[in-house]
Antibody, heavy 123, light 108 residues
Framework: EVQLVESGGGVVRPGGSLRLSCEASGFTFDDYGMTWVRQVPGKGLEWVSG????????AYGDSVKGRFTISRDNAKNALYLQMSSLRVEDTAFYYCAKSTCGSGGFWCPLTAWGQGILVTVSS | EIVMTQSPSTLSVSPGERATLSCRAS??????LAWYQQKPGQPPRLLIY???TRATGVPARFSGSGSGTEFSLTISSLQSEDFAVYYCQHYNVWPPFTFGPGTKVHIK
């Protein structure tokens, strides 16, 4: 069974930094691209960032470009999102999701999702 | 960035009735379109990918159609467990792979 478990969320001041982690199990992690999606409580979904199977291809949404960095450690079956220069509007649930591309990319549907982790940016 | 829009924003449907949800892309995404269902307190669940292919375990009452810029999701006979929010998302080549704002399907 595919499992994705996010951690590292919490409360941070505007301008601060936080690193989210996603521990994956139940599938061959380094065969698949991965994606971060966020959701302001009560609002819609926003695509944040994607990474291919070996980490040499990444992309970001416009609202986080230059502030967030996605990475992965295939030896640890882990996905990360380093968030810096955080803003109040970054407050959201952050989901990691498995991208099911045969090529190991992230330009494909999201077939499995974690339960999400809340990040609150507040002074 | 491709902008995804969905209509209607809310849909009131009685159990057993048919529901049709629409999704439009600001430029062609070919058939690189997925539909997700989200219930309160849960992560989204993939229903449809490649515009019309049901994901594993998705009941046959869910069907998707369309290509290019116009897409639809049809639920042929709504069950109580189908009342949720539905999102479309494109994944056509260039990120960001934006989502639509969602359609909330609730009980009439």
């Amino acid at each position: 069974e595919v499992q994705l478990v996010e951690s590292g969320g919490g409360v941070v001041r505007p301008g601060g930094s936080l690193r989210l982690s996603c521990e994956a199990s139940g599938f061959t992690f380094d065969d698949y691209g991965m994606t971060w999606v966020r959701q302001v409580p009560g609002k819609g979904l926003e695509w944040v960032s994607g990474i291919n199977w070996n980490g040499d291809n990444t992309a970001y949404g416009d609202s986080v470009k230059g502030r967030f960095t996605i990475s992965r450690d295939n030896a640890k079956n882990a996905l990360y999102l380093q968030m810096s220069s955080l803003r109040v509007e970054d407050t959201a649930f952050y989901y990691c999701a498995k991208s099911t591309c045969g090529s190991g990319g992230f330009w494909c549907p999201l077939t499995a999702w974690g339960q999400g982790i809340l990040v609150t940016v507040s002074s | 960035e491709i902008v995804m829009t969905q209509s209607p924003s809310t849909l009131s449907v009685s159990p057993g009735e048919r529901a049709t949800l629409s999704c439009r892309a600001s430029q062609s995404v070919f058939n690189n379109l997925a539909w997700y269902q989200q219930k309160p307190g849960q992560p989204p669940r993939l229903l449809i990918y490649a515009a019309s292919t049901r994901a594993t375990g998705v009941p046959a009452r869910f069907s998707g159609s369309g290509s290019g810029t116009e897409f639809s999701l049809t639920i042929s006979s709504l069950q109580s467990e189908d009342f949720a929010v539905y999102y479309c998302q494109h994944y056509n080549v260039w990120p960001p792979f934006t989502f639509g704002p969602g359609t909330k399907v609730h009980i009439k």
